[in-house]
Protein backbone atom coordinates (compact mmCIF):
# COMPACT_ATOMS: atom_id res chain seq x y z
CA UNK A 1 0.00 0.00 0.00
CA UNK A 2 0.90 3.37 -1.00
CA UNK A 3 0.50 6.80 0.80
CA UNK A 4 1.15 10.48 0.82
CA UNK A 5 0.96 13.35 3.38
CA UNK A 6 1.55 16.80 2.90
CA UNK A 7 2.19 18.63 6.09
CA UNK A 8 0.87 22.16 5.71
CA UNK A 9 -2.56 22.66 3.73
CA UNK A 10 -2.00 25.98 3.44
CA UNK A 11 1.52 27.99 3.00
CA UNK A 12 2.26 31.32 2.52
CA UNK A 13 5.95 33.22 1.50
CA UNK A 14 6.80 36.26 0.28
CA UNK A 15 7.52 37.29 -3.07
CA UNK A 16 11.15 36.39 -3.70
CA UNK A 17 11.43 34.51 -0.86
CA UNK A 18 12.58 30.66 -0.34
CA UNK A 19 9.09 28.18 -1.24
CA UNK A 20 9.03 24.70 0.55
CA UNK A 21 6.15 22.47 0.36
CA UNK A 22 6.57 19.41 1.97
CA UNK A 23 5.82 15.50 1.31
CA UNK A 24 6.33 12.40 2.64
CA UNK A 25 5.42 8.94 1.42
CA UNK A 26 5.63 5.63 2.22
CA UNK A 27 5.69 2.83 -0.55
CA UNK A 28 6.18 -1.10 0.01
CA UNK A 29 8.23 -0.69 -3.50
CA UNK A 30 10.59 1.90 -4.90
CA UNK A 31 8.09 4.54 -5.50
CA UNK A 32 7.71 6.89 -8.44
CA UNK A 33 6.82 10.36 -7.14
CA UNK A 34 5.39 13.17 -8.68
CA UNK A 35 4.38 16.83 -8.25
CA UNK A 36 1.65 18.06 -10.00
CA UNK A 37 0.38 21.73 -10.05
CA UNK A 38 -3.41 23.30 -10.32
CA UNK A 39 -4.42 26.62 -11.30
CA UNK A 40 -8.21 27.41 -10.43
CA UNK A 41 -10.41 25.64 -12.61
CA UNK A 42 -7.77 23.90 -14.77
CA UNK A 43 -6.21 20.51 -14.43
CA UNK A 44 -3.22 19.34 -12.98
CA UNK A 45 0.17 19.90 -14.10
CA UNK A 46 3.45 17.77 -14.15
CA UNK A 47 6.01 19.77 -12.69
CA UNK A 48 8.67 16.97 -11.96
CA UNK A 49 8.84 13.69 -11.28
CA UNK A 50 11.51 10.92 -10.09
CA UNK A 51 11.85 7.33 -11.25
CA UNK A 52 15.40 6.18 -10.38
CA UNK A 53 18.54 7.57 -11.10
CA UNK A 54 19.64 11.33 -9.85
CA UNK A 55 18.07 12.12 -6.29
CA UNK A 56 17.63 15.70 -7.30
CA UNK A 57 15.41 16.61 -10.43
CA UNK A 58 14.49 19.74 -12.04
CA UNK A 59 11.47 21.07 -13.33
CA UNK A 60 9.45 23.92 -15.06
CA UNK A 61 9.10 27.12 -13.41
CA UNK A 62 12.57 27.07 -11.44
CA UNK A 63 10.89 24.14 -9.38
CA UNK A 64 13.22 21.44 -7.57
CA UNK A 65 12.50 18.36 -5.63
CA UNK A 66 15.04 16.19 -3.67
CA UNK A 67 14.37 12.18 -3.30
CA UNK A 68 15.18 11.27 -0.08
CA UNK A 69 14.78 7.62 0.64
CA UNK A 70 16.06 7.87 4.30
CA UNK A 71 13.66 10.16 5.33
CA UNK A 72 10.99 8.88 2.70
CA UNK A 73 10.54 12.66 1.52
CA UNK A 74 10.30 14.24 -1.64
CA UNK A 75 9.76 17.93 -0.40
CA UNK A 76 9.44 20.31 -3.31
CA UNK A 77 11.52 23.92 -3.47
CA UNK A 78 12.02 27.07 -5.82
CA UNK A 79 14.49 29.59 -4.33
CA UNK A 80 12.55 32.42 -4.94
CA UNK A 81 8.83 33.00 -5.32
CA UNK A 82 6.69 34.58 -8.10
CA UNK A 83 3.31 35.87 -7.87
CA UNK A 84 2.45 33.33 -10.53
CA UNK A 85 3.82 30.73 -8.41
CA UNK A 86 0.39 30.98 -6.77
CA UNK A 87 -1.96 27.84 -7.01
CA UNK A 88 -2.54 24.42 -5.44
CA UNK A 89 0.73 21.75 -5.39
CA UNK A 90 -0.34 17.62 -5.18
CA UNK A 91 2.57 15.21 -4.25
CA UNK A 92 1.61 11.81 -5.54
CA UNK A 93 3.07 8.65 -5.27
CA UNK A 94 2.75 5.55 -7.90
CA UNK A 95 4.55 2.27 -7.62
CA UNK A 96 5.27 1.68 -11.33
CA UNK A 97 3.74 -0.76 -13.46
CA UNK A 98 6.24 -3.10 -13.38
CA UNK A 99 4.94 -4.11 -9.49
CA UNK A 100 2.02 -3.62 -11.42
CA UNK A 101 0.35 -0.89 -10.00
CA UNK A 102 0.97 2.39 -11.99
CA UNK A 103 -2.01 4.26 -10.24
CA UNK A 104 -1.41 7.81 -8.48
CA UNK A 105 -1.85 8.35 -5.16
CA UNK A 106 -2.45 11.71 -4.39
CA UNK A 107 -1.52 13.80 -0.53
CA UNK A 108 -4.27 16.31 -0.06
CA UNK A 109 -2.12 19.25 -1.73
CA UNK A 110 -1.08 22.53 -0.58
CA UNK A 111 -2.25 26.03 -1.39
CA UNK A 112 0.48 28.22 -1.92
CA UNK A 113 -0.15 31.99 -1.39
CA UNK A 114 2.38 34.67 -2.14
CA UNK A 115 2.43 38.05 -0.42
CA UNK A 116 3.57 40.73 -2.39
CA UNK B 1 -1.34 21.48 -29.63
CA UNK B 2 -3.97 20.52 -26.88
CA UNK B 3 -2.79 16.72 -25.83
CA UNK B 4 -5.50 15.42 -23.38
CA UNK B 5 -8.94 17.32 -24.43
CA UNK B 6 -11.88 17.42 -21.74
CA UNK B 7 -15.43 18.83 -23.59
CA UNK B 8 -17.00 20.57 -22.21
CA UNK B 9 -15.00 22.43 -19.60
CA UNK B 10 -18.57 23.46 -18.05
CA UNK B 11 -21.33 21.19 -17.95
CA UNK B 12 -24.60 21.97 -16.04
CA UNK B 13 -27.28 19.26 -15.32
CA UNK B 14 -30.27 18.47 -13.37
CA UNK B 15 -30.89 16.07 -10.64
CA UNK B 16 -31.28 12.77 -11.87
CA UNK B 17 -30.78 13.72 -15.56
CA UNK B 18 -28.14 11.55 -17.62
CA UNK B 19 -24.96 12.98 -18.54
CA UNK B 20 -22.20 12.30 -20.31
CA UNK B 21 -18.54 14.19 -20.24
CA UNK B 22 -15.98 13.04 -22.93
CA UNK B 23 -12.10 13.31 -23.31
CA UNK B 24 -9.77 12.59 -26.27
CA UNK B 25 -6.04 12.51 -26.58
CA UNK B 26 -3.31 12.65 -28.97
CA UNK B 27 -0.86 11.19 -27.20
CA UNK B 28 -1.65 7.55 -28.55
CA UNK B 29 -1.39 6.27 -24.54
CA UNK B 30 -2.99 3.08 -23.92
CA UNK B 31 -4.32 3.88 -20.48
CA UNK B 32 -7.30 6.12 -19.73
CA UNK B 33 -7.99 7.84 -16.54
CA UNK B 34 -11.57 9.35 -14.73
CA UNK B 35 -11.02 11.07 -11.72
CA UNK B 36 -12.99 13.12 -9.39
CA UNK B 37 -12.00 16.01 -8.00
CA UNK B 38 -14.41 17.71 -5.52
CA UNK B 39 -13.58 20.97 -3.70
CA UNK B 40 -10.28 21.85 -1.86
CA UNK B 41 -10.14 17.63 -1.98
CA UNK B 42 -7.19 15.72 -3.68
CA UNK B 43 -8.18 14.16 -7.08
CA UNK B 44 -10.23 10.56 -6.37
CA UNK B 45 -9.65 7.92 -9.42
CA UNK B 46 -12.74 6.49 -10.57
CA UNK B 47 -11.49 3.58 -12.99
CA UNK B 48 -9.22 3.45 -15.87
CA UNK B 49 -8.96 1.69 -18.88
CA UNK B 50 -5.91 -0.18 -20.16
CA UNK B 51 -6.45 -0.60 -23.89
CA UNK B 52 -9.75 -2.03 -24.20
CA UNK B 53 -10.03 -3.64 -20.43
CA UNK B 54 -11.46 -2.03 -17.70
CA UNK B 55 -10.79 -1.19 -14.49
CA UNK B 56 -13.29 0.00 -11.95
CA UNK B 57 -12.17 1.45 -8.10
CA UNK B 58 -13.70 -0.76 -5.71
CA UNK B 59 -15.52 1.99 -4.22
CA UNK B 60 -16.79 3.78 -7.51
CA UNK B 61 -20.48 4.30 -7.25
CA UNK B 62 -22.64 1.81 -10.04
CA UNK B 63 -23.99 5.24 -11.26
CA UNK B 64 -20.80 6.13 -12.80
CA UNK B 65 -20.09 4.15 -16.33
CA UNK B 66 -17.24 4.84 -18.96
CA UNK B 67 -16.77 3.49 -22.25
CA UNK B 68 -13.55 3.76 -24.49
CA UNK B 69 -14.59 3.10 -28.15
CA UNK B 70 -10.98 3.58 -29.42
CA UNK B 71 -7.41 4.79 -28.50
CA UNK B 72 -8.34 8.39 -28.73
CA UNK B 73 -11.85 8.87 -27.04
CA UNK B 74 -12.64 8.42 -23.59
CA UNK B 75 -16.10 8.62 -21.96
CA UNK B 76 -17.65 9.04 -18.29
CA UNK B 77 -21.27 8.40 -17.93
CA UNK B 78 -23.44 9.43 -15.01
CA UNK B 79 -26.60 7.80 -15.33
CA UNK B 80 -28.40 9.65 -12.32
CA UNK B 81 -26.21 12.63 -11.18
CA UNK B 82 -27.20 13.55 -7.25
CA UNK B 83 -26.22 16.72 -5.75
CA UNK B 84 -22.92 14.82 -4.26
CA UNK B 85 -21.44 14.38 -7.51
CA UNK B 86 -21.13 18.09 -8.25
CA UNK B 87 -17.00 18.46 -8.88
CA UNK B 88 -14.42 18.61 -11.29
CA UNK B 89 -13.72 15.73 -13.43
CA UNK B 90 -10.30 15.02 -14.97
CA UNK B 91 -9.03 12.80 -17.62
CA UNK B 92 -5.52 11.51 -17.68
CA UNK B 93 -3.60 9.54 -19.81
CA UNK B 94 -0.54 7.74 -19.61
CA UNK B 95 1.78 5.03 -21.52
CA UNK B 96 2.48 2.79 -18.85
CA UNK B 97 5.33 1.27 -20.53
CA UNK B 98 7.42 4.21 -22.11
CA UNK B 99 6.87 6.66 -19.41
CA UNK B 100 5.37 6.41 -15.89
CA UNK B 101 3.61 9.90 -15.76
CA UNK B 102 0.17 10.78 -16.55
CA UNK B 103 -0.95 13.41 -18.12
CA UNK B 104 -4.00 15.86 -17.22
CA UNK B 105 -6.97 17.39 -19.42
CA UNK B 106 -8.17 20.83 -18.14
CA UNK B 107 -10.94 18.81 -16.41
CA UNK B 108 -14.80 19.25 -16.55
CA UNK B 109 -16.71 20.81 -14.11
CA UNK B 110 -20.24 19.38 -13.13
CA UNK B 111 -22.73 21.25 -11.65
CA UNK B 112 -26.19 19.17 -10.70
CA UNK B 113 -29.27 21.41 -10.13
Known amino acids: AQSVTQLGSHVSVSEGALVLLRCNYSSSVPPYLFWYVQYPNQGLQLLLKYTTGATLVKGINGFEAEFKKSETSFHLTKPSAHMSDAAEYFC??????????????FGTGTRLTIIP | DAMVIQNPRYQVTQFGKPVTLSCSQT?????MYWYQQKSSQAPKLLFHYYDKDFNNEADTPDNFQSRRPNTSFCFLDIRSPGLGDAAMYLC????????????FGPGTRLLVL
Open chain 1, 92 to 105: AVSEGSNFGNEKLT
Open chain 2, 27 to 31: LNHNV
Open chain 2, 92 to 103: ATSSRTIEETQY
